[in-house]
């Protein structure tokens, strides 16, 4: 497991999602950044809507309704296959771990 995320303190302050986003919204999506460095592979999110609940900690309806709003927790997240699973990825999540495993 990835005991270490690199944080980019200002990026995270002006970013359209931290501007945009309601104060509920901001703290699942910061917390599925975090959530997505525990995970395999790493850097990923499972697309089960049930899952992303229970990780999140919160009730099925309560994420589906996040979900649903036009600045979502899931702002930039997009679908990738590894292997025979699809998984949201996050372009500056790959971004920051590519360069952590270049840096080894």
Excluded at 8 to 19: A, I, M, P, V, Y
Excluded at 37 to 65: C, F, V
Aim: proline share 5%.
């Amino acid at each position: 497991m990835n005991r270490y995320i690199e944080f980019h303190h200002n990026r995270w302050l002006n970013s359209r999602f931290r501007l945009l986003a309601s104060p509920d919204v901001k703290s699942a999506g910061f917390d599925l950044i975090s959530i997505a460095h525990t995970q395999s592979p790493i850097g990923t999110l499972p697309q089960d809507d049930k899952k992303l609940a229970l990780l999140l900690r919160l009730d099925l309806a309560t994420w589906l309704e996040l979900k649903s709003r036009e600045i979502s927790p899931l702002h930039n997240w997009y679908l990738a296959r590894f292997e025979d699973e699809v998984r949201y990825c996050h372009p500056v999540v790959m971004e920051l771990l590519g360069k952590a495993r270049g840096a080894k």
